[in-house]
């Protein structure tokens, strides 16, 4: 029988209620505020394997699949409403809101489930720090060009001679 992924999230109700996912009840699907998407909204859905982000940016739909593993970690980070926690992704159209609080012991206790739950560490955000790229990866086939390595340790062979011919010789063949 198949997972169902549309159940099991707390879908915030109403303007003054602010978003709680519990870890314990994943799968989770709910809406979240985009600034840059069409209508401010985006729909995630997460798992235990990975997220889910679908929204409309100028009339094109995208969805986005990103593994938990490629998330940067836990962050704790200080909002009107109070303390939120975020799932960091390098990205920052990615990171995927969590919780929202204003209760310092719920934020800490929340904090360590969702860092246990995924494996990924805490994070302390300050909002003034600037975050700088990640650094780029090198391509596979940069040096493709190249000769490869298990020729690198025989010589190349030499055209330049031209290949000794013998006529008119006797052929000696050795037999038992």
């Known amino acids: 029988m198949r997972r169902q992924y549309g159940v099991g999230g707390v879908q915030p109700a109403g303007s003054g209620r602010n978003l709680r996912l519990d870890p314990l009840s994943l799968p989770a699907c709910y809406e979240a505020r985009d600034m840059r998407a069409d209508g401010g909204s985006r729909h995630i859905e997460i798992n235990r394997e990975r997220v889910l982000v679908r929204r409309a940016v100028r009339g094109i739909s995208m969805t986005v699949q990103v593994r938990i593993r490629e998330f940067l970690g836990i962050a704790c980070r200080e909002t009107d409403e109070g303390q939120a926690l975020v799932l960091t992704h390098r990205d920052p159209s990615l990171s995927i809101p969590l919780l929202v609080s204003a209760d310092g012991d719920e934020i800490e206790r929340a904090w360590m489930q969702w860092s246990d739950l995924f ?44 290949a000794s011919v013998y006529r008119d010789e006797r052929e000696i063949i050795a037999r038992h």
């Open 119 to 162: 494996a990924l560490p805490q994070i302390e955000e300050e909002c003034d720090i600037a975050h700088e790229p990640a650094p780029r990866r090198r391509r596979r086939n940069a040096i493709r060009t190249r000769r490869p390595k298990f020729l690198l340790r025989r010589r190349a062979g030499r055209t330049s001679q031209e």
